[in-house]
């Protein structure tokens, strides 16, 4: 922390960190349910995936084809930089393929922590009676890093045990969960940051969630450039996490710059904060639209609102569409050194791959639908679904619109994800038909979408928002991590995402299916909605 | 409110509402009638189940027992129909933080039908709303007016208020006053809940008062005034203090000589004779306030 600044408010006898122990207590005292299962599940899951690997792949052979795949561009962007050495070692392989997941984890999880405890409490107005008692101007930001920082310590702690019970070296162990916290706590102190820009917690939480995002593309594009980590990897501080060489040869001066970054967010944040008053960002957004066109009804409504977050998402997916696309032909000319991978394209040519590419973009936007159908039940606990529910409209129209709304919108994000996928690829294979084929196979995962939107609908009308979300996590769980962690086939193929398997075959008795359960879905929610106490 | 009624059975019927969430009861019998053409106060201390008859009125919640007509209708199960008829302000007004102001006007008369939008733009001058500004701008007494100006620009039956003014500098409330009166001119019916009693009584025929989510007075104001003892402030030539023993004296106090007490309606004749007796020097007799009845009701009890 920027000592100066604290020096400065001890002589105006205004210390800005008072209080920070009870807002620190007060937000334990609020997460505790949620912070434990995070905790729980993020080390179980050290636990499980060493010793699910061990068994996937338990001879030479197969964890040579394995390393190989991993060694193609898609493989490095999922995974991790190679550094050479044994890289069958099962320590190598699970650095490798579990890092990036368990640092994107765990830094949404303090992005998260940080915007709920500082924006999000501005923003509802809840944070106007703790500034108004004995609480300093940092506090708050303070207690909400001091928070995250606690749970990072502990899972570091936790995860680094977890690792090593499997028999792993306990130095390697630490350096590699050190690392993924250590990035952890970069994001925090970047959604910190971002708390100070914004007004909206929304937007604030999207910033940080982009940053990272964009970090994690970084250094993906680094290390395909070059395996063992290129100048562009640098650049992420993911990639420092990376480049401590867990398992391989351990180094700790990586470590030292995550530090060193997150003291200096830190400092900017407290920056930021000395500039900005209560309730207000460091980026003004314009309080007064004169003209602004009235809204025709509940669709319309749903439409409106939906229309920010939609612009966020349709670059977003638009441009990892276009890096996903782009490797296309770095994955042609690995296949020329890589026997495995070269065996696979001459089966499928590139369809397995684009097939791939674009369910991963579908994973995301599923991400987007859930967000928009579950605003409703956020609605109903604000009080906003009130005045709506309280004019001549239906319970039918207000969740129904919603869900096709939100469809809607995926078949947007799908087209702009798929469509940049197509131009990625189209360009750097000089095929101009490749790029019309991939984005009319972003349309065929709408199905897909609308099913994940029934689910949401039904945990609006269940009043447990929660099983949107999971459902998100098991989507992305099945496709990303699968066969990793050896869950049963029926579980995987019981995805949504999964079942549309476009470009590389069309299957349209599945898509037939997904819409009748996507329709039966909403339907079955609507009626239990209806039947229920609203607010 | 003499003028065209077009709506002569009840606006609102309740008959023994019961309603509870979880191990709370909510509203335990509770009876409640709006006539059409009235102006209805509602009162109740927090939490005595106000809101909750309420949502119950806008099908927003299921009765558990007891009947409950709206218009003449179920208000659970032909909620979207009756909506279009009546119009609802809540006490605490959410908006969208990214609408403007104009803009969630718009959507809600809209979401209602009948709009007069001629009325729309006399209200927001009325109330000197600026509906360009973005929700999130406003303060709580703004964003009270856009729902009063959506509410009072449709041309309902029926008008649910739930705490109205709270938020209100006193110069919108008179405004709020004014155009309560012009509904209930055309003879629609309001139902006003309310803590502010000096505007209850300002406005309302008719009363109703429950505890607990129980009834436990409801009336015309008038006659529930009557029922309510008179409080006397009197300074005598001869020393009152004979007066804290009579048996129909109440609440005596003698602060320096002037002697405060109240005395039921039908006592006041004797309570008269009494002070002329002891020759009186000044007197101020108040008749019984909404308060009074208000704070008898409550006095003491547990809610």
């Given at each position: 922390?920027?000592?100066?600044?604290?020096?400065?408010?001890?002589?105006?006898?205004?210390?800005?960190?008072?209080?920070?122990?009870?807002?620190?207590?007060?937000?334990?005292?609020?997460?505790?349910?949620?912070?434990?299962?995070?905790?729980?599940?993020?080390?179980?899951?050290?636990?499980?995936?060493?010793?699910?690997?061990?068994?996937?792949?338990?001879?030479?052979?197969?964890?040579?084809?394995?390393?190989?795949?991993?060694?193609?561009?898609?493989?490095?962007?999922l995974g991790g930089p190679m550094f050479?050495?044994?890289?069958?070692?099962?320590?190598?392989?699970?650095?490798?393929?579990?890092?990036?997941?368990?640092?994107?984890?765990?830094?949404?999880?303090?992005?998260?922590?940080?915007?709920?405890?500082?924006?999000?409490?501005?923003?509802?107005?809840?944070?106007?009676?703790?500034?108004?008692?004995?609480?300093?101007?940092?506090?708050?930001?303070?207690?909400?890093?001091?928070?995250?920082?606690?749970?990072?310590?502990?899972?570091?702690?936790?995860?680094?045990?977890?690792?090593?019970?499997?028999?792993?070296?306990?130095?390697?162990?630490?350096?590699?969960?050190?690392?993924?916290?250590?990035?952890?706590?970069?994001?925090?102190?970047?959604?910190?940051?971002?708390?100070?820009?914004?007004?909206?917690?929304?937007?604030?939480?999207?910033?940080?969630?982009?940053?990272?995002?964009?970090?994690?593309?970084?250094?993906?594009?680094?290390?395909?450039?070059?395996?063992?980590?290129?100048?562009?990897?640098?650049?992420?501080?993911?990639?420092?996490?990376?480049?401590?060489?867990?398992?391989?040869?351990?180094?700790?001066?990586?470590?030292?710059?995550?530090?060193?970054?997150?003291?200096?967010?830190?400092?900017?944040?407290?920056?930021?904060?000395?500039?900005?008053?209560?309730?207000?960002?460091?980026?003004?957004?314009?309080?007064?639209?004169?003209?602004?066109?009235?809204?025709?009804?509940?669709?319309?409504?749903?439409?409106?609102?939906?229309?920010?977050?939609?612009?966020?998402?349709?670059?977003?997916?638009?441009?990892?569409?276009?890096?996903?696309?782009?490797?296309?032909?770095?994955?042609?000319?690995?296949?020329?050194?890589?026997?495995?991978?070269?065996?696979?394209?001459?089966?499928?040519?590139?369809?397995?791959?684009?097939?791939?590419?674009?369910?991963?973009?579908?994973?995301?936007?599923?991400?987007?639908?859930?967000?928009?159908?579950?605003?409703?039940?956020?609605?109903?606990?604000?009080?906003?679904?009130?005045?709506?529910?309280?004019?001549?409209?239906?319970?039918?129209?207000?969740?129904?619109?919603?869900?096709?709304?939100?469809?809607?919108?995926?078949?947007?994000?799908?087209?702009?994800?798929?469509?940049?996928?197509?131009?990625?690829?189209?360009?750097?294979?000089?095929?101009?038909?490749?790029?019309?084929?991939?984005?009319?196979?972003?349309?065929?995962?709408?199905?897909?979408?609308?099913?994940?939107?029934?689910?949401?609908?039904?945990?609006?009308?269940?009043?447990?928002?929660?099983?949107?979300?999971?459902?998100?996590?098991?989507?992305?769980?099945?496709?990303?991590?699968?066969?990793?962690?050896?869950?049963?086939?029926?579980?995987?193929?019981?995805?949504?995402?999964?079942?549309?398997?476009?470009?590389?075959?069309?299957?349209?008795?599945?898509?037939?299916?997904?819409?009748?359960?996507?329709?039966?879905?909403?339907?079955?929610?609507?009626?239990?909605?209806?039947?229920?106490?609203?607010? | 409110?003499?003028?065209?009624?077009?709506?002569?059975?009840?606006?609102?019927?309740?008959?023994?509402?019961?309603?509870?969430?979880?191990?709370?009861?909510?509203?335990?019998?509770?009876?409640?009638?709006?006539?059409?053409?009235?102006?209805?106060?509602?009162?109740?201390?927090?939490?005595a189940g106000k809101s909750t008859t309420?949502?119950?009125?806008?099908?927003?919640?299921?009765?558990?027992?007891?009947?409950?007509?709206?218009?003449?209708?179920?208000?659970?199960?032909?909620?979207?129909?009756?909506?279009?008829?009546?119009?609802?302000?809540?006490?605490?007004?959410?908006?969208?933080?990214?609408?403007?102001?104009?803009?969630?006007?718009?959507?809600?008369?809209?979401?209602?039908?009948?709009?007069?939008?001629?009325?729309?733009?006399?209200?927001?001058?009325?109330?000197?709303?600026?509906?360009?500004?973005?929700?999130?701008?406003?303060?709580?007494?703004?964003?009270?007016?856009?729902?009063?100006?959506?509410?009072?620009?449709?041309?309902?039956?029926?008008?649910?208020?739930?705490?109205?003014?709270?938020?209100?500098?006193?110069?919108?409330?008179?405004?709020?006053?004014?155009?309560?009166?012009?509904?209930?001119?055309?003879?629609?019916?309001?139902?006003?809940?309310?803590?502010?009693?000096?505007?209850?009584?300002?406005?309302?025929?008719?009363?109703?008062?429950?505890?607990?989510?129980?009834?436990?007075?409801?009336g015309p104001l008038e006659e529930l005034?009557?029922?309510?003892?008179?409080?006397?402030?009197?300074?005598?030539?001869?020393?009152?203090?004979?007066?804290?023993?009579?048996?129909?004296?109440?609440?005596?106090?003698?602060?320096?000589?002037?002697?405060?007490?109240?005395?039921?309606?039908?006592?006041?004749?004797?309570?008269?004779?009494?002070?002329?007796?002891?020759?009186?020097?000044?007197?101020?007799?108040?008749?019984?306030?909404?308060?009074?009845?208000?704070?008898?009701?409550?006095?003491?009890?547990?809610?």
């Open positions: 922390m920027t000592t100066a600044a604290i020096a400065s408010h001890r002589r105006s006898s205004n210390p800005p960190l008072t209080g920070l122990g009870g807002l620190l207590a007060l937000a334990a005292r609020r997460d505790r349910i949620r912070l434990t299962v995070w905790i729980a599940v993020l080390t179980l899951m050290m636990v499980y995936a060493p010793n699910a690997m061990k068994l996937a792949y338990p001879g030479q052979a197969q964890r040579l084809a394995r390393v190989n795949l991993l060694k193609t561009p898609a493989g490095t962007m050479g050495g044994d890289q069958t070692a099962l320590g190598v392989m699970v650095a490798n393929e579990l890092m990036l997941t368990m640092m994107v984890a765990t830094s949404i999880l303090s992005i998260l922590t940080v915007i709920r405890h500082t924006r999000a409490e501005e923003e509802s107005g809840a944070a106007e009676l703790v500034m108004s008692s004995v609480v300093g101007r940092y506090a708050r930001t303070f207690a909400a890093l001091a928070l995250v920082a606690i749970v990072n310590a502990v899972l570091a702690a936790a995860m680094t045990l977890a690792l090593a019970a499997t028999g792993f070296s306990l130095l390697d162990c630490a350096a590699m969960c050190l690392g993924i916290t250590g990035v952890a706590m970069v994001f925090g102190a970047v959604a910190a940051v971002t708390a100070q820009l914004w007004r909206q917690a929304r937007t604030a939480t999207g910033a940080a969630m982009g940053v990272l995002a964009t970090a994690a593309v970084v250094r993906g594009i680094g290390d395909v450039i070059k395996s063992s980590g290129s100048a562009v990897s640098w650049l992420s501080p993911i990639a420092w996490a990376q480049q401590m060489r867990a398992f391989v040869d351990v180094r700790w001066w990586p470590f030292a710059l995550l530090v060193v970054l997150t003291a200096a967010l830190m400092a900017l944040s407290i920056v930021l904060e000395s500039r900005r008053q209560y309730d207000t960002g460091n980026l003004r957004s314009a309080g007064e639209r004169p003209g602004a066109r009235p809204i025709r009804g509940v669709f319309g409504l749903h439409l409106t609102l939906q229309r920010g977050p939609l612009v966020g998402w349709s670059v977003g997916l638009l441009l990892s569409g276009l890096a996903f696309g782009s490797m296309t032909k770095s994955l042609q000319d690995a296949a020329k050194s890589n026997p495995l991978l070269a065996r696979v394209l001459s089966e499928q040519g590139f369809d397995g791959i684009y097939t791939t590419m674009t369910q991963f973009l579908a994973a995301a936007t599923t991400a987007f639908v859930v967000s928009a159908v579950v605003r409703l039940s956020r609605d109903e606990e604000s009080g906003l679904a009130e005045p709506v529910l309280a004019g001549s409209v239906s319970r039918w129209r207000w969740l129904l619109t919603a869900v096709v709304a939100a469809v809607l919108g995926s078949a947007l994000l799908m087209l702009c994800g798929a469509l940049g996928n197509g131009v990625g690829a189209g360009i750097t294979l000089g095929e101009a038909s490749t790029v019309l084929r991939l984005t009319a196979a972003g349309i065929a995962y709408v199905p897909a979408m609308g099913v994940i939107a029934g689910v949401a609908a039904l945990a609006v009308a269940l009043r447990r928002p929660w099983i949107g979300w999971l459902a998100v996590t098991y989507v992305v769980t099945a496709l990303y991590l699968g066969a990793l962690l050896r869950l049963p086939r029926w579980l995987i193929d019981a995805s949504p995402v999964g079942r549309t398997t476009a470009p590389a075959h069309l299957p349209l008795t599945a898509l037939a299916v997904m819409s009748v359960v996507a329709v039966g879905l909403s339907g079955v929610a609507a009626v239990i909605y209806r039947n229920r106490d609203a607010l | 409110m003499t003028s065209q009624r077009r709506n002569n059975g009840p606006a609102v019927e309740i008959h023994g509402l019961r309603k509870t969430f979880g191990r709370t009861v909510a509203l335990d019998g509770l009876d409640l009638t709006v006539a059409g053409g009235d102006v209805s106060g509602f009162l109740g201390p927090n939490g309420i949502r119950v009125l806008l099908g927003l919640l299921r009765a558990e027992g007891g009947t409950v007509q709206l218009l003449g209708g179920d208000p659970w199960r032909d909620a979207v129909a009756l909506h279009r008829r009546i119009a609802y302000v809540p006490g605490d007004v959410t908006l969208w933080p990214n609408l403007t102001g104009g803009q969630a006007i718009g959507l809600l008369g809209r979401l209602r039908g009948n709009v007069d939008n001629r009325r729309r733009d006399e209200l927001i001058e009325r109330f000197e709303l600026d509906p360009h500004k973005k929700a999130r701008t406003y303060s709580k007494g703004n964003r009270q007016k856009v729902a009063l100006v959506a509410a009072f620009s449709c041309d309902a039956q029926l008008y649910i208020l739930d705490e109205p003014t709270a938020g209100l500098d006193p110069l919108m409330e008179k405004a709020f006053r004014e155009c309560v009166r012009e509904v209930a001119e055309r003879g629609a019916a309001v139902l006003l809940s309310s803590h502010i009693l000096a505007e209850v009584e300002k406005l309302c025929d008719t009363v109703t008062i429950i505890r607990s989510g129980r009834t436990v007075r409801s005034r009557h029922l309510l003892r008179t409080t006397v402030k009197v300074r005598t030539r001869a020393g009152a203090d004979g007066l804290r023993d009579a048996g129909f004296v109440h609440d005596f106090s003698d602060r320096d000589g002037t002697v405060t007490f109240s005395v039921d309606r039908a006592d006041l004749d004797r309570a008269m004779d009494r002070l002329t007796t002891l020759g009186i020097d000044e007197l101020a007799v108040f008749p019984a306030s909404l308060e009074d009845m208000f704070l008898r009701e409550y006095q003491g009890a547990n809610r």
